[in-house]
């Protein structure tokens, strides 16, 4: 039996079989986990639909975090499947237009991008898991984002992004903070680089690949599949003690000096 049985996982952020969320959503449901997906836009739906058939799950929903109605809507939906709630929430979702992550960070940044990154990146954290606490508390549930070291060291061409991690790490701790009194927890795994759509758009992630293989004490790059075991681990009651927390999936990288 699986450490995830009889658990409830809403996760988000599958955009194609490399996104990080599938190799969490994969992890999960090999734990047990009942799953339920969503998907930015038309355009991915039905590969999220396909994602969702090999679960043997039937909850599949729109949402662009972009967009408050489709938050609340999303969310109405979810009620209506899951009458008595939910368990794990799976925030895999980031975006900042590409001239905010290349180049020279000051050259690259104005106030819309600034506005896009955070946005997207970070308060759609706090404003889904504003939307799913009646649905969670009381339940030991658990949410889950993804972060990057960007957000505490200032890294070539990551620029904004690292910013917007920045604060998606203390929204986690805030979150924690929040929602640990009716027993839900927040946590985020830093992973290292791996290739990704989300990964294409970062200037020379080749190059950073190849040095990051060299550095890491495992001497080799991380996977999905290394971040949805941390990932069903840090949602499942083994990790019952563990809120507020940033968990390197990083073959050990942020160590190094
Ligand atoms: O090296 C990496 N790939 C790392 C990624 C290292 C450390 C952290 N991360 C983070 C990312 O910053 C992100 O938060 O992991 C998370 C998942 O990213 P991913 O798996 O690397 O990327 P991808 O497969 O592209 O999924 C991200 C998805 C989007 O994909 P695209 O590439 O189409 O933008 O985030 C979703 C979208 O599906 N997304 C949205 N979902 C809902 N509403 C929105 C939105 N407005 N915007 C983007």
């Known amino acids: 039996m699986g450490f995830l049985q009889?658990?409830?996982?809403?996760?988000?952020?599958?955009?194609?079989?490399?996104?990080?969320?599938?190799?969490?959503?994969?992890?999960m449901h090999r734990q047990g986990a009942e799953l339920a997906l969503t998907y930015q836009n038309e355009?991915?739906?039905?590969?999220?639909?396909?994602?969702?058939?090999?679960?043997?799950?039937?909850?599949?929903?729109p949402l662009d975090v972009a967009d408050d109605g489709q938050i609340d809507a999303c969310f109405d939906h979810l009620g209506k499947h899951w009458r008595d709630g939910f368990d794990i929430l799976v925030h895999c979702i980031a975006f900042a237009p590409r001239e905010a992550i290349e180049g020279d960070f000051l050259d690259g940044i104005n106030r819309e991008r600034f506005h896009i990154a955070h946005d997207i990146s970070a308060?759609?954290?706090?404003?889904?898991?504003?939307?799913?606490?009646?649905?969670?508390?009381?339940?030991?549930?658990s949410v889950l984002t993804l972060s990057y070291l960007g957000a505490e060291?200032?890294?070539?061409?990551?620029?904004?992004?690292?910013?917007?991690k920045a604060s998606l790490e203390a929204t986690v701790r805030y979150m924690a903070m929040a929602l640990g009194p009716e027993g839900t927890?927040?946590?985020?795994?830093s992973a290292g680089p791996i290739r990704t759509l989300a990964a294409s758009g970062v200037a020379n992630f080749r190059k950073m690949l190849t040095q990051f293989e060299a550095v890491?004490?495992?001497?080799?790059?991380?996977?999905?599949?290394?971040v949805g075991n941390a990932a069903a681990f840090l949602c499942s009651d083994l990790a019952a003690g563990i809120t507020g927390e940033i968990t390197y999936v990083d073959a050990g990288y942020n160590i190094m000096g």
Do not use: C, F, W
């Open 153 to 164: 060291r200032a890294l070539a061409n990551y620029n904004t992004m690292g910013v917007a």
């Open 216 to 226: 890491a004490p495992l001497r080799r790059v991380v996977t999905i599949e290394d």
């Open 123 to 141: 308060y759609s954290l706090a404003a889904i898991a504003k939307a799913a606490r009646p649905l969670m508390k009381g339940r030991n549930g």
């Open 185 to 189: 927890r927040v946590n985020a795994i």
């Open 6 to 27: 009889g658990k409830r996982a809403l996760i988000t952020g599958i955009a194609s079989q490399r996104s990080i969320a599938t190799g969490i959503a994969d992890a």
């Open 43 to 61: 355009k991915l739906k039905s590969r999220v639909d396909d994602a969702a058939a090999n679960y043997g799950s039937s909850i599949v929903l």
